[in-house]
């Protein structure tokens, strides 16, 4: 399963990395399913594109429009085997290290600079233009890439826990 962005906002860049899949064999879009969650932001016109595209590149996929609460995230994420970050600008997007935490692989758009995956070693596919997005899919699909360690990483990093013990230093003024 490979889910595109996170809302149905346009700078998501759905469009743009629909369009690359369609350069997959058709081997590959037997066995992938697209997950599109458009659940806020964007309207109704963008969707029905986004929809349009998708219907066209010969995958199954699954395009969510209703709002969905905590669970239902959680599944979603828990669903997904590859996240592609297209978006035009980001600062350390929750939906994405989400998908990091459930397992996912990461595409990311290089022009999303987080500091914060190098610094902690966070493992993740990054691409500088929407025309490598096939190669990089079929990389993964392949096995060729294994995403590492971020689960625990993100544990270490952004857990509940982590972060009451970083706030319990500042509060008794040990930072």
Known sequence: TICIGYNANEAQNHLQVLRQLQYLPQAILNKISVLLQMTYGGNEEYITKV??????????????R??????????????????????????LSGSVLEALY????????????????????????SFSSYEEIPKLLTEVLHNTYKSGRNREIL???MSWQQCKAAWGKIIKGDS
């Open 66 to 91: 209703e709002f969905m609460d905590m669970p239902q995230i959680a599944k979603l994420r828990f669903s997904t085997d590859i996240f592609i970050n297209a978006q035009a600008t980001d600062g």
């Open 102 to 125: 459930a397992g996912a692989t990461l595409l990311n758009a290089s022009w999303l600079d987080y500091k914060e995956y190098e610094e902690w070693g966070i493992s993740y596919k």
């Open 155 to 157: 544990q270490n990093k």
């Open 51 to 64: 929809e349009n595209v998708i219907s066209s590149v010969g995958c199954d996929y699954k395009l969510f």
